[in-house]
């Protein structure tokens, strides 16, 4: 059995719709989506629409919880001024391009989500188990601290984004953590392309593959510079590199990146 999990959507509707084609080729059975629908590109209420009629099963990231319910910002966690600046400019966009009807979906989404498949207890959630803007980096999230926040789910696996790069670790007790990465934006790597996730459930052990998503963003960099969105968030989408949210990273991963 095949699952694929997408996360951190960021309105890019152009990288979900390669994706979904991209499951649908790998013969994926089921397909969930881990949070943070909207922020940073364009026309927030086709990813929505994108998920529904593709049977997405979908849990609430904080960006969720926030266009869901009309807070002042985004929850995201930042401490830099600017950074937190970037955040509300987005924010405030995606808010007001984002349909009631959307919000109200929104708003109805489980925080977490807890299944069982071929064997396997899974846990979803968005940043971690505990809380949903939790940052789990794979530089500073220890094993022992990943057993910690692991242990109240009883899961086998735990599922999360949040922080935009993906990674996966098992720990010395067995259980796996895998940051399934983002849609939204590329991996601050200097490469334009988006991850996603798919499990292999099939055999003896749990199969984790991250999948590269090619996409028109060509396209979709017009899109946000018609929508008057911060040239900076264009050139993350057309560079592969962070420009903006960068003091969240640790010194390893920041490293990486070329600001």
């Known amino acids: 059995m095949k699952l694929a999990f997408f996360g951190g959507l960021y309105s890019n509707y152009l990288a979900l719709e390669a994706a979904l084609a991209d499951a649908s080729r790998r013969d994926v059975q089921q397909m969930f989506c881990l949070g943070d629908m909207g922020a940073f590109g364009p026309h927030p209420d086709r990813v929505v629409s994108l998920l529904r009629a593709a049977g997405v099963t979908c849990v609430q990231g904080n960006y969720d ?32 391009k984002t349909s009631p009807v959307h919000r109200r979906w929104l708003r109805a989404l489980p925080t977490s ?7 396997v207890r899974m846990h979803l959630c968005h940043g971690s188990p505990r809380q949903t803007n939790e940052f789990l980096w794979e530089s500073t999230t220890s094993d022992a601290f990943l057993d910690r926040v692991m242990d109240p789910t009883g899961a086998d696996v735990v599922l999360g984004t949040h922080t935009g790069l993906h990674w996966t670790r098992t720990t010395p007790r ?79 991963e920041r490293r990486c990146g070329r600001y």
Do not use: K
């Open 174 to 252: 067995g259980r796996r953590f895998v940051n399934v990465g983002v849609l939204g934006r590329p991996a601050n790597d200097g490469r334009t392309n988006v991850w996603y996730t798919v499990l292999d459930l099939s055999g003896y052990e749990v199969e984790v593959e991250f999948v590269p998503v090619d996409y028109d963003f060509h396209r979709l960099s017009g899109e946000m510079r018609s929508e008057g969105l911060p040239d900076e968030f264009v050139t993350t989408i057309e560079s592969g590199w962070w420009t903006t949210c960068l003091e969240v990273l640790p010194s390893r």
């Open 65 to 96: 919880d926030s266009i869901g319910n009309e807070l002042a910002d985004c929850q995201c966690g930042y401490t830099d001024p600017s950074d937190n600046r970037f955040a509300q400019i987005s924010y405030d966009y995606t808010l007001e």
């Open 113 to 119: 989500l807890d299944l069982q498949l071929s064997g």
